[in-house]
């Protein structure tokens, strides 16, 4: 388990961008194009981080980085478990 993996999980698939990015205030989006009330093309979403969580430009950056630190400490704790060497406390 490594710090990456851990973040991997955080924000890579829809549901950890839906974490991130729903109620963001700088998230834009465009409606697709419908034709007779169904639509024929998808919605497109647009930010300042090009949907880059913690990226510049990305209000969440502080936050995402102090996530980032913890995912650190958290994959250093697995590791040391796996090795026998964590304590009960």
């Known amino acids: 388990m490594t710090k990456e993996k851990i973040m991997e999980f955080l924000v890579s698939d829809e ?3 839906d974490i ?3 109620d ?3 998230k834009i989006e465009y409606p697709g194009h419908c034709e007779g009330g169904l ?3 998808p919605d497109e979403v647009s930010c300042p981080c090009d949907l880059e969580t913690g990226e510049e430009g ?3 950056r502080a936050e995402y980085k102090e996530i980032e630190k913890k995912a650190a400490e ?3 704790l697995v590791r ?3 090795k026998g060497g ?3 406390d």
């Open 20 to 22: 991130w990015c729903v």
């Open 86 to 88: 964590c304590t009960d």
């Open 80 to 82: 040391a478990s796996l």
């Open 24 to 26: 963001c205030p700088e």
């Open 74 to 76: 958290l994959a250093e």
């Open 58 to 60: 990305c209000i969440m």
């Open 39 to 41: 639509p024929i093309e």
């Open 15 to 17: 549901e950890g961008l």
